[in-house]
Every structure is written in structure tokens, then in C-alpha cells.
């Protein structure tokens, strides 16, 4: 009676953790990479592909300045073209970085005269290959640690100012972001 309690519980528990195996390995895995200072230069997502092997899908290279704060973020897909392998009769996908389609990129400028920051957003016009004028701009300057001293949006051609002094907490940023 123990030993077939005890078997179906080792049975039961090794089925638990072969299914625990299978979901984890389903997950897609990222490959980050540092420069000396410990800020991420470039983040690349591979996610189970064709075949079982995982596959780079998109990639993000980040760019900073001589002072290490940040100007850049540059966000691009991989669209693989796929040639058939005589050997093996199975179609490989070719990850050359000529296959890499750019998506948006952010910019983030500073005025170190008036302590302006001005963030940028441009998205990739697939007709012309290149970044087209900004989509959306944020412009602001912080008056110390926890106040704006001065915020607007321009979306398109449209210029919102949203205030003049603003305090800074969670709720506010949570409003900042879903815009």
C-alpha cells in the first residue's frame, strides 16, 4: 500500500516538473549587454522559432553621452529571409544585420544653458527608409529634485502646455506615461 502511494506521488510529481521544464523553455530569453560604466548598450529578445531553436526577434541599442547620460534608444525587428539547406531539406533563416528593420527611436535632448530636456519620438517610414519629422515631442525643465518647473506636449502639430510648477509623485507620472 505505501509503495503504490509512493509511486503514484513520485509519478504525479515528476509529470509537475517535466510540464514546469516544458512552459520555462517556451519563455523567450534576452541577451543584455553592458558597457564599463553599467549602463545597457543593447538588449536582444530570441524567442522559440521555427524548429524549436530560438530566434533573435527585436533589438534595442541604447546611445550615450561623454557624461553617461542618456540620448538614444533605437528600436528594430528582425524580418529573417529563409533559404532552403540541401543537406539537411530545411529552410534556415538568414539574422544578418541587413535584415533588421528599425521600428522608432527615441531621443532625448538636453540645454545645459536652461536646463531644458526635450524627448523625442520618430517612427520609421518603411517607404522612404528612414525616420521621418518627430511624432511626439515632451519638453521639460525640472526646478529641483521634485518639481517641474515647466511641461508641454506637442503631438503632431498640436502644443499643450500642461503647467507651469507641477509636484512630482506617482499618480502624476502614471498620467505622464499613459499619454
Known sequence: MKTSILRIVCTAFTIIMMNAVAVKAQEPCYDTKWNEEGRVVSKTMYAPGDFGFYEPKWTVNYTYDENGDFLEKEVSVWQPKYELN???????????????????????????????????????????????SPVETMTYRLKDSNHFNYLAFRKGKEYVKITDSLNLDKDILARLVNK
Do not use: H, M
Open 86 to 132: 540541401e543537406k539537411t531539406g530545411r529552410w534556415v533563416s538568414d539574422y544578418d544585420e541587413a535584415n533588421r528593420t528599425p521600428k522608432y527611436c527615441f531621443i532625448q535632448k538636453r540645454d545645459s544653458v536652461n536646463n531644458f530636456v526635450t524627448e523625442e519620438l520618430f517612427v520609421w517610414n518603411i517607404k522612404e527608409k528612414a525616420y521621418g
